[in-house]
């Protein structure tokens, strides 16, 4: 079953001064990375809940205590002999930030208590102001840690009963959901969120959901996606944990939809207490199974749990529409089911008896599209997948191969990045992959009580074992640019880092080559944090190169993991005071009108992270040049540029907080006394204020 809770975060702008850059963050259907801005920069920002403690060791820079970044840690502990537990929640307001406010948005929970509230007020409504009064304000709160059921946002597995739990705390061990928050700012520039969760004591989290108890952790990594895999020690895991990572870590490569995260939580869920259901997928990617969950079987709940964890539809009511509602189900049954068998755990007996239940009442007697038709809740568990296979069946029959409903379902995980999936959208994508054929056929299943028949085996050999295109993504030279500028990418110990200004656009030029034996379709997407920003599409002769410039503008300050194939780029995003001025000199400070002085400025990071802006010099006319620059933790940058003047007399150039002065042809000794531009003192700490420290957006 699959279980989204989204944790809303918006950044709210009161009146900046002119020149202060400003970002609005609202509610909204974006996901992390993904750019809904407007002309007046307006972003969204969907964050869905805290991520894991960050490895320690980890050398990605952490946005902890920046300048533009607002951050809370989680920290979660178990009541020893009560079904409760608490939350503390931990805050780091960046001095840019004005306001804040925290609306505790816990599913399920009328019953949850804030025992404690340091820094923060609470309003009439039950939002928590902060008052200002510290920099790390927190919030303690006790949440019931029993639940059972499921609300309007949950898909109901097949043996689902609603007194069943879906978490549960049994004393010694705890399986509980990590509490979601919706959290409004207001600053003077651009200001991003990270959260982490942290388990106090013995036990595991991956953001969404936590385990109280000991326990032993596994772990797999398969291009940049890490596996966890976390057992109880109440849990008696049927198969070898190997194993179980091993069949997810095929869910993996076999599903090339787009949205990869970069980890994924599975808890084998202990088998002593009666759950509602066999698993449940939560949060962004975390779920339990059963820790009794076979994995030779084509209902393979840990496949299907994993599939939910790729869908980027599968949230909430809101993100499909009541027609495409089967899809979220009978997707994660019919890849499961099929990852299953092109793993060797089933064979095509056991598949074949699987999707052809669909073909018997009560399931073959609704409509999918219709829910409310269905006479056994569980139709598109059952009907569903022989429906979708059929589907694919007939996209892989009229194309050869080429396309497949993986590429479908990548179609649709990138439109779901800004807008919610209907039926419609799922068959122009159809017929945009194959042809009028395949979306009239799964228009008369889907919408019908038409019904195919399971195909046979020969069917399957001939449509299934087809040669497939082999396509090979990468960075082209130069490997990206902002706003038009050719943009530096360093080379770490740990991968490739760059750190760009926040609104502006990141393009990156994507290689595509097919290296297979066979002319094919590609579709060259850009991810970022494992969602689709820009994606295009072609098809190459064997051997064949080309080249596509996708492109991604981001919303707010953080760390973003940017993917394109099997290639990342971490890249830090920041505000226009990330970057600090240590220096400012000007060569020649004697010219004539008309001529040109060059003006270099030694920049640095303001904080221990890579800082990246567009400089600006400012003279009394204003913005007379920008520069772009890039600069790693720790290390120095200069920008040169060249400024001209053609009146005669004494003027200031300005970059950042430092001034330094040029004199315009031969002047009496009066003259050069008076010095058009900013002055000293009061006109100076003006325009210091007006560029809120170093630089203004170009485009207000």
Do not use: C
Not at 487 to 493: F, G, I, L
């Amino acid at each position: 079953m699959n279980y989204r809770v989204v944790f809303a975060v918006a950044l709210l702008v009161a009146s900046l001064p002119a020149g202060i850059g400003g970002v609005v963050l609202g509610t909204g259907s974006a996901s992390p990375g993904a750019s809904v801005g407007a002309t007046d920069r307006t972003q969204q920002l969907e964050h869905v809940g805290p991520d894991p403690d960050p490895d320690p060791d980890s050398s990605t820079p952490s946005v902890s205590g920046s300048s533009d970044v607002l951050s809370y840690t989680t920290e979660l502990r178990q009541i020893p002999k009560k079904p409760t537990y608490e939350a503390e929640i931990r805050f780091s307001v960046p001095d840019s930030v004005s306001e804040v406010e925290v609306d505790l948005d816990l599913e399920g929970t009328a019953e949850a208590t804030v025992r404690s509230a340091d820094g923060f007020e609470s309003t009439a409504d039950g939002v928590y102001r902060w008052t200002g009064e510290t920099a790390a304000p927190s919030l303690l709160v006790t949440l019931p840690a029993n639940r059972t059921g499921h609300d309007d946002r949950q898909s109901p597995t097949v043996s689902e009963r609603d007194d069943g739990y879906s978490f549960v705390d049994a004393g010694d061990w705890a399986i509980v959901p990590v509490p979601q928050l919706r959290v409004y700012a207001q600053g003077s520039e651009p200001v991003g969120l990270e959260s982490s969760a942290t388990v106090d004591g013995s036990g595991a989290t991956g953001g969404d959901v936590a385990v109280f108890g000991e326990v032993t952790e596994y772990e797999r990594l398969v291009e940049g996606e890490r596996l966890r895999l976390v057992v109880p020690a109440a849990a008696d895991l049927q198969e070898a944990p190997d194993d179980v990572l091993e069949t997810l870590a095929a869910g993996s490569q076999r599903l090339a939809v787009g949205e990869r995260p970069d980890e994924t939580f599975v808890v084998a869920a202990p088998t002593g207490v009666d759950w509602g259901s066999r698993g449940l997928q939560y949060g962004d990617a975390d779920a339990w199974v059963r820790a009794d969950a076979p994995l030779d079987e084509p209902d393979n709940v840990w496949l299907h749990e994993y599939v939910h964890v790729r869908q980027a539809y599968a949230g909430s009511p809101d993100a499909t529409a009541t027609d495409a509602t089967w899809l979220v189900e009978a997707q994660a049954e019919y890849h499961a089911a099929q990852v299953a068998l092109g793993t060797g755990l089933i064979g095509f007996e056991e598949f074949e008896r699987f999707l052809e239940r669909g073909e018997r009442s009560p399931y073959a007697d609704g409509i999918l599209a219709e829910p409310g038709s269905w006479d056994d809740p569980h139709t598109d568990y059952v009907q569903g997948p022989l429906v979708y296979g059929e589907i694919d069946r007939r996209l892989r029959v009229v194309t050869d191969g080429d396309r497949t409903l993986v590429d479908v379902f990548r179609t649709l995980n990138a439109r779901a990045a800004n807008d919610r999936i209907a039926a419609a959208d799922f068959y122009a994508a159809l017929e945009e992959a194959g042809d009028a054929s395949v979306r009239e056929a799964a228009e008369r299943y889907a919408e019908t009580k038409a019904l195919p028949s399971m195909w046979s085996r020969g069917e399957h050999e001939a449509a299934f074992d087809q040669p497939v295109p082999a396509i090979d993504y990468g960075h082209a030279d130069p490997p990206l640019a902002v706003d038009g500028e050719p943009w530096e990418r360093w080379e770490t110990d740990e991968g490739r880092l760059a750190a760009v200004p926040a609104g502006t656009t990141v393009a990156v030029p994507v290689e595509v080559a097919n290296v297979g034996d066979r002319a094919g379709s590609y579709d060259a997407t850009l991810q970022v944090d494992g969602v689709p920003v820009d994606r295009a599409q072609g098809s190459l002769e064997t051997g064949e190169r080309a080249t596509e410039r996708l492109s991604w503008t981001p919303p707010e300050p953080g760390t973003y993991e940017l993917r394109v194939g099997s290639e990342t780029t971490t890249v830090i995003v920041r505000a226009p005071s990330s970057v600090a001025v240590a220096d400012l000199d000007l060569e020649p400070r004697e010219i004539d009108p008309g001529e040109s002085a060059a003006v270099t400025a030694t920049v640095e990071p303001a904080d221990d992270r890579p800082a990246a802006a567009f400089v600006a010099v400012r003279t009394h006319e204003g913005v007379v040049a920008e520069a772009p620059v890039a600069v790693r933790a720790g290390e120095t940058a200069t920008i040169t540029r060249e400024v001209r003047f053609d009146e005669e007399g004494r003027h200031e150039v300005a970059v950042g907080d430092r001034v330094v002065t040029v004199t315009v042809g031969s002047l009496p000794l009066a003259e050069l006394e008076e010095v058009p531009g900013f002055g000293v003192g009061v006109s100076l700490a003006a325009l210091a204020a007006v560029l809120a420290g170093l630089v203004a957006f170009r485009r207000q």
